[in-house]
C-alpha cells in the first residue's frame, strides 16, 4: 500500500545528516527500519525547536502510527536532507509527514513517509485536545 503525501502541507523543519555505514543492510543500502529512525530523529527535532518537551506528568505528542514509501536506495556515502511537513489538524491529532533526498542530487525523493500524531495528557493516559500554540504551528496555509 502505497499512501501519498497530500499537496497542502506546511513545511516546518529541514535537517541534514550523514548515512552511517552501520544504516545499511547486507545488500549494501540503508535497512528499511532505519528510514523511520531518520524520520523520527527529524520529528524530534523539530518539536524541541518549537520548545515541546513532553513531560509524563503533563501532555505532550504520541506517534500512533507511522509509514514510509521507498522510491530509491540510499546507500553510503551520502549526506541526506530530511524535510519535514505538518498538516491537517484534527481536535486531538495532526499528520507529519517527510521527504529524504540525497544532497547531491536536489529534488530526487528517495523516500517519504509520515505519521499520526495525538496529543495526550500522560497522567490520565487519553488524548487531549491539541494546545492552541501546537494547533497554529501545526496548521497549513491554503493558497
Not at 522510491?71 to 481536535?91: F, H, I, M, N, T
Amino acid at each position: 500500500m502505497k499512501i501519498e503525501i497530500p499537496e497542502v502541507k506546511k513545511l516546518v523543519f529541514e535537517m541534514r545528516f550523514p548515512v552511517r555505514w552501520g544504516d545499511m543492510d547486507a545488500m549494501g543500502h540503508v535497512n528499511n527500519t532505519v528510514y523511520f529512525r531518520y524520520l523520527e530523529t527529524a520529528r524530534i527535532e523539530w518539536m524541541v525547536s518549537v520548545g515541546c518537551n513532553p513531560d509524563p506528568r503533563g501532555q505532550g505528542p504520541v506517534i500512533v502510527n507511522a509509514f514510509c514509501n521507498f522510491y530509491k536506495q540510499l546507500e553510503y556515502p551520502a549526506d541526506v536532507l530530511l524535510k519535514l511537513y505538518v498538516s491537517d489538524p484534527g481536535r486531538t491529532t495532526f499528520e507529519t509527514w517527510g521527504t529524504m533526498e540525497r544532497t547531491d542530487q536536489p529534488g530526487v525523493i528517495c523516500a517519504a513517509g509520515g505519521a499520526t500524531t495525538i496529543w495526550v495528557d500522560f497522567p490520565q493516559q487519553k488524548a487531549a485536545p491539541l494546545p492552541d500554540w501546537m494547533r497554529a504551528l501545526v496548521t497549513a496555509d491554503r493558497i
